[in-house]
């Protein structure tokens, strides 16, 4: 009967080497997806507020949404309306349209060289843009009834107008904003505060509200905004 051959020691402790080496990279493999999944499961610090403001923003008001002098003729003062964004970025908010709200319009307006307070929230609300068929059509305000929270348990909240006119006009053409996108988010805490551009939260949220896509020092927001003159913020076109 033939003999099982016997390798030489040298080459079974070669082996043993080399099924350790295997056993090693194959646990290394497993530790580091066990890192990547743990990565992934770790919650931002900025999501939970980002997801907050993505349900409250609508009493914020929209920017240019509120009491004005007629113009002449004792003519109502037109409506908020939808306008293009003047970002070429078509990964972010370029291309789409905007209605643009904010927790604390006076300061937003006034765009102050000392910048915007701590605790300042704006949410930009995109919508896919759609060319309108019929230039001849009236273009109607969408009228709605927001509800506001008074902030104490004792008061009943208070329904508030919201009028939207979801049109724009661009190169001599009518479009509508057909469809909601993403929640371009903003908010502003102490300068000092790590993981934010000088206190300022970059946020995208989906537009149902219940899911961050976005958080923090993003990128493609600082990019743009950290060209601003007025403490990242451009204010509205004139």
């Given at each position: 009967m033939t003999q099982p051959s016997v390798l030489p020691a040298r080459f079974r402790l070669a082996g043993v080497c080399c099924f350790a080496g295997v056993a090693i990279m194959v646990l290394g493999d497993a530790r580091a997806a066990t890192r990547t999944e743990d990565k992934k499961l770790t919650p931002n610090p900025f999501h939970a507020r980002l997801l907050e403001i993505a349900r409250s923003y609508e009493p914020f008001g929209r920017v240019d949404d509120q009491s004005r002098w007629a113009p002449y003729y004792c003519r109502m003062p037109s409506p908020a309306a939808a306008r293009f964004s003047a970002s070429g970025d078509k990964n972010t908010h370029g291309l789409k349209l905007y209605s643009l709200f904010a927790r604390d319009?006076?300061?937003?307006?006034?765009?102050?060289?000392?910048?915007?307070?701590?605790?300042?929230?704006?949410?930009?609300?995109?919508?896919?843009?759609?060319?309108?068929?019929?230039?001849?059509?009236?273009?109607?305000?969408?009228?709605?009834?927001?509800?506001?929270?008074?902030?104490?348990?004792?008061?009943?909240?208070?329904?508030?107008?919201?009028?939207?006119?979801?049109?724009?006009?661009?190169?001599?053409?009518?479009?509508?904003?057909?469809?909601?996108?993403?929640?371009?988010?903003?908010?502003?805490?102490?300068?000092?505060?790590?993981?934010?551009?000088?206190?300022?939260?970059?946020?995208?949220?989906?537009?149902?509200?219940?899911?961050?896509?976005?958080?923090?020092?993003?990128?493609?927001?600082?990019?743009?905004?950290?060209?601003?003159t007025s403490d990242r913020l451009f204010g509205l076109p004139k």
């Open positions: 319009q006076r300061a937003y307006q006034a765009l102050s060289k000392t910048g915007q307070p701590a605790g300042q929230v704006l949410v930009k609300q995109s919508w896919v843009p759609e060319p309108v068929k019929d230039a001849v059509q009236v273009l109607r305000p969408v009228v709605r009834q927001v509800r506001v929270s008074a902030g104490d348990a004792k008061r009943p909240a208070r329904l508030v107008r919201d009028t939207f006119l979801p049109y724009a006009r661009k190169d001599g053409r009518w479009y509508k904003a057909a469809r909601q996108a993403d929640l371009f988010i903003m908010y502003k805490l102490d300068p000092a505060t790590a993981g934010t551009d000088n206190g300022w939260v970059y946020g995208t949220v989906t537009a149902d509200g219940k899911q961050v896509t976005s958080a923090g020092k993003v990128a493609s927001c600082m990019k743009c905004h950290q060209k601003a």
